[in-house]
C-alpha cells in the first residue's frame, strides 16, 4: 500500500546459481530500466523494479482521478494513454486498498539441495515456484515463476 521497498533487500536477492528471470520478467524489466540489452538481471533488480514502475504508475493515476474528479468529468482516454506511455507502455495496477492481516498461502513442496531450495506453494490465486539461495546463513528468495492462475 505505500510501496515502501526499504526491506525488499533483506528478503530478496539477485542471485545467478541456477535462477534466472522468467522470459516475461525479463522483458519488463528490461523495458521499464531502458537497458534492452542486459539479461543479467535478477530476482531483487525485478522486484525494486516492478514496484518503483507500480508506484509511479498508481499514484499518477490516482492524481488523474482525483483532478477528474475535481473538474466534475472523467477521465479521458488521452489522458490514460499519455499515462500507459509514460510508464512504458503498460497500466500498472491500482494500489492495494487494505491490507491481508493473514495471507492463506499452503505450501506444496519444498526441496532443498544445499544451499538451493525450491518451494512450490499455493498462495490463493496462484501456484508459483519459488527458489531460494541460503547466504551467509539466511534464506533469501532468489526466483518466483507461476505455474498457474486459478479461477
Known amino acids: 500500500m505505500t510501496f515502501d521497498t526499504s526491506k525488499f533487500s533483506s528478503v530478496f536477492v539477485d542471485d545467478d546459481r541456477d535462477v534466472d528471470l522468467s522470459p ?8 521499464v530500466t531502458q537497458q ?3 539479461t543479467d538481471f535478477g530476482y531483487l533488480t525485478y522486484k525494486l523494479a516492478y514496484y518503483n514502475w507500480w508506484s509511479k504508475g498508481a499514484i499518477a493515476m490516482e492524481e488523474l482521478q482525483a483532478r477528474a474528479a475535481e473538474e466534475n468529468r472523467y477521465i479521458t482516454k488521452e489522458e490514460v494513454q499519455k499515462l500507459i506511455e509514460s510508464q ?23 526441496t532443498i539441495d544445499e544451499d538451493i ?6 498462495d490463493g490465486p496462484r501456484t508459483n515456484e519459488a527458489t531460494l539461495v541460503k547466504i551467509n546463513g ?3 528468495i532468489a526466483g518466483n515463476v507461476i505455474l498457474s492462475l486459478h479461477p
Do not use: C, H, Y
Not at 24 to 31: A, D, E, G, I, T
Not at 88 to 110: M, Q
Not at 117 to 122: K, N, P, W
Open 24 to 31: 516475461n520478467q525479463l522483458k519488463f524489466v528490461q523495458n
Open 36 to 38: 534492452k540489452n542486459m
Open 88 to 110: 512504458s507502455g503498460l497500466l500498472p495496477p491500482a494500489r492495494a486498498e487494505f491490507l491481508v492481516e493473514e495471507p492463506n498461502i499452503k505450501f506444496i513442496s519444498l
Open 117 to 122: 531450495s525450491s518451494v512450490t506453494f499455493d
Open 138 to 140: 539466511s534464506w533469501f
